[in-house]
Protein backbone atom coordinates (compact mmCIF):
# COMPACT_ATOMS: atom_id res chain seq x y z
CA UNK A 1 0.00 0.00 0.00
CA UNK A 2 1.05 3.16 -1.33
CA UNK A 3 0.74 6.40 0.51
CA UNK A 4 -0.11 9.35 -2.28
CA UNK A 5 -0.37 12.26 0.24
CA UNK A 6 1.89 12.42 2.69
CA UNK A 7 2.07 15.62 5.03
CA UNK A 8 4.15 16.78 7.90
CA UNK A 9 7.36 16.58 8.65
CA UNK A 10 10.13 13.53 9.27
CA UNK A 11 11.70 13.15 12.55
CA UNK A 12 14.72 14.20 11.45
CA UNK A 13 13.58 17.82 10.11
CA UNK A 14 11.94 17.90 13.67
CA UNK A 15 15.65 17.42 15.09
CA UNK A 16 17.15 19.23 12.98
CA UNK A 17 14.91 22.79 13.85
CA UNK A 18 15.30 21.62 17.05
CA UNK A 19 18.96 21.70 16.98
CA UNK A 20 19.18 25.44 15.25
CA UNK A 21 16.67 26.58 18.35
CA UNK A 22 18.82 25.41 20.71
CA UNK A 23 22.14 26.36 19.31
CA UNK A 24 20.67 30.36 18.98
CA UNK A 25 19.15 30.34 22.67
CA UNK A 26 22.51 29.16 23.73
CA UNK A 27 24.18 32.18 22.02
CA UNK A 28 21.24 34.53 22.92
CA UNK A 29 20.79 34.03 26.48
CA UNK A 30 24.25 35.36 27.77
CA UNK A 31 23.45 38.36 25.75
CA UNK A 32 20.48 38.93 27.14
CA UNK A 33 21.91 38.49 30.79
CA UNK A 34 24.57 40.79 30.04
CA UNK A 35 21.88 43.41 28.87
CA UNK A 36 19.54 43.00 31.73
CA UNK A 37 22.88 43.21 34.07
CA UNK A 38 23.11 46.50 32.45
CA UNK A 39 19.86 48.07 32.64
CA UNK A 40 19.87 47.57 36.28
CA UNK A 41 23.03 49.48 36.85
CA UNK A 42 21.91 52.12 34.83
CA UNK A 43 19.62 53.15 37.77
CA UNK A 44 21.90 53.26 40.00
CA UNK A 45 24.39 55.28 37.52
CA UNK A 46 20.95 57.41 37.35
CA UNK A 47 20.92 57.89 40.63
CA UNK A 48 24.14 58.75 41.72
CA UNK A 49 23.89 61.40 38.76
CA UNK A 50 21.07 63.58 40.43
CA UNK A 51 22.82 62.63 43.99
CA UNK A 52 26.22 64.30 42.31
CA UNK A 53 24.16 67.40 40.85
CA UNK A 54 22.39 68.02 44.07
CA UNK A 55 25.72 67.92 46.18
CA UNK A 56 27.08 70.70 43.73
CA UNK A 57 24.01 72.75 44.22
CA UNK A 58 23.86 72.01 47.55
CA UNK A 59 28.03 73.06 47.87
CA UNK A 60 27.31 75.67 45.48
CA UNK A 61 23.81 77.41 47.94
CA UNK A 62 26.82 77.30 50.83
CA UNK A 63 29.71 78.65 49.84
CA UNK A 64 30.98 76.76 46.73
CA UNK A 65 33.24 73.98 48.09
CA UNK A 66 31.14 72.52 51.07
CA UNK A 67 29.88 69.12 50.34
CA UNK A 68 27.53 66.79 52.45
CA UNK A 69 29.30 63.13 53.56
CA UNK A 70 26.69 59.93 54.64
CA UNK A 71 24.21 57.88 53.86
CA UNK A 72 21.33 59.08 51.98
CA UNK A 73 18.91 57.26 53.49
CA UNK A 74 18.44 56.17 56.82
CA UNK A 75 18.81 58.00 60.80
CA UNK A 76 21.28 61.09 60.56
CA UNK A 77 21.31 60.44 56.59
CA UNK A 78 21.81 63.49 54.15
CA UNK A 79 19.20 62.97 51.41
CA UNK A 80 16.48 65.21 52.98
CA UNK A 81 19.34 68.46 53.08
CA UNK A 82 19.83 67.37 49.61
CA UNK A 83 16.37 67.10 47.83
CA UNK A 84 16.84 63.45 46.89
CA UNK A 85 14.08 60.57 46.85
CA UNK A 86 15.37 57.81 45.56
CA UNK A 87 11.94 55.83 46.90
CA UNK A 88 10.71 54.52 43.38
CA UNK A 89 13.38 52.61 42.51
CA UNK A 90 12.86 49.71 40.75
CA UNK A 91 16.52 47.57 41.89
CA UNK A 92 18.49 49.52 44.76
CA UNK A 93 16.55 51.24 47.50
CA UNK A 94 17.54 54.16 48.67
CA UNK A 95 19.78 52.39 51.62
CA UNK A 96 22.39 51.65 48.50
CA UNK A 97 23.25 55.16 48.14
CA UNK A 98 26.20 56.84 50.07
CA UNK A 99 28.42 59.79 50.01
CA UNK A 100 32.03 60.12 50.74
CA UNK A 101 34.11 63.16 51.30
CA UNK A 102 37.52 62.33 48.34
CA UNK A 103 39.90 64.05 50.76
CA UNK A 104 42.94 62.33 49.35
CA UNK A 105 42.73 60.79 46.03
CA UNK A 106 39.57 58.72 44.55
CA UNK A 107 41.14 55.41 43.17
CA UNK A 108 38.66 53.70 40.84
CA UNK A 109 39.59 50.36 38.90
CA UNK A 110 38.85 49.72 35.80
CA UNK A 111 39.11 46.86 33.31
CA UNK A 112 42.20 46.01 35.51
CA UNK A 113 43.74 48.98 35.62
CA UNK A 114 43.45 52.14 38.06
CA UNK A 115 41.92 54.62 37.15
CA UNK A 116 43.25 57.59 39.71
CA UNK A 117 41.38 61.22 39.94
CA UNK A 118 42.85 63.66 42.00
CA UNK A 119 40.62 66.11 43.78
CA UNK A 120 40.96 69.51 43.23
CA UNK A 121 38.02 72.25 43.66
CA UNK A 122 36.37 70.54 41.58
CA UNK A 123 36.48 66.85 42.79
CA UNK A 124 35.60 66.64 46.63
CA UNK A 125 33.57 63.82 46.69
CA UNK A 126 32.55 59.86 45.50
CA UNK A 127 29.26 58.60 45.33
CA UNK A 128 28.39 55.14 45.38
CA UNK A 129 25.86 52.59 45.19
CA UNK A 130 25.77 49.72 46.17
CA UNK A 131 23.21 46.98 45.76
CA UNK A 132 24.25 44.71 48.42
CA UNK A 133 22.56 47.26 50.58
CA UNK A 134 18.96 47.16 49.04
CA UNK A 135 16.36 46.46 51.15
CA UNK A 136 13.37 44.04 49.96
CA UNK A 137 9.80 46.02 49.73
CA UNK A 138 6.77 44.68 49.50
CA UNK A 139 5.79 47.45 47.75
CA UNK A 140 7.50 50.43 46.85
CA UNK A 141 5.49 53.74 46.53
CA UNK A 142 5.32 53.43 42.92
CA UNK A 143 3.01 50.15 43.64
CA UNK A 144 5.98 47.63 42.33
CA UNK A 145 7.66 45.00 44.19
CA UNK A 146 11.63 45.44 44.78
CA UNK A 147 13.35 42.23 44.93
CA UNK A 148 16.62 43.46 46.92
CA UNK A 149 18.52 40.20 44.71
CA UNK A 150 18.17 40.88 41.77
CA UNK A 151 20.73 44.27 41.66
CA UNK A 152 22.89 42.66 44.73
CA UNK A 153 25.92 42.45 42.36
CA UNK A 154 25.25 46.02 41.14
CA UNK A 155 27.89 48.53 42.14
CA UNK A 156 28.63 52.07 40.69
CA UNK A 157 31.17 55.10 40.99
CA UNK A 158 30.98 58.68 40.71
CA UNK A 159 33.02 61.28 41.54
CA UNK A 160 32.36 64.83 41.43
CA UNK A 161 34.41 65.47 38.10
CA UNK A 162 31.46 62.75 36.17
CA UNK A 163 34.18 59.66 36.15
CA UNK A 164 31.58 56.91 36.26
CA UNK A 165 32.66 52.92 37.11
CA UNK A 166 30.42 50.45 37.73
CA UNK A 167 30.50 46.46 38.18
CA UNK A 168 27.99 43.64 37.73
CA UNK A 169 29.36 41.40 39.47
CA UNK A 170 29.91 42.61 43.03
CA UNK A 171 32.95 44.76 42.36
CA UNK A 172 35.35 42.41 40.95
CA UNK A 173 35.55 43.51 37.69
CA UNK A 174 35.06 47.39 36.52
CA UNK A 175 33.99 48.91 33.64
CA UNK A 176 33.82 52.74 33.01
CA UNK A 177 30.41 54.02 32.13
Given at each position: MKRLNQ???????????????????????????????????????????????????????????????????????????LGVDLS??????????????????????????????????????????????????????????????????????????????????????????
Amino acid sequence: MKRLNQKGFSMIELLVVLLIIGILAAVAAPMFLASSDKAKASEAVAAIGSIRSAERIYAMQHGGSTFLDGEIYGAGSIGTQLGVDLSNAKYLSPESYKVVLATTESTFPVNGATAVVTPNTTVGFVVTADGSKSVQTASASDGKARNASEASNIRAKMDNSGVIVYSTDGGNNWLQW
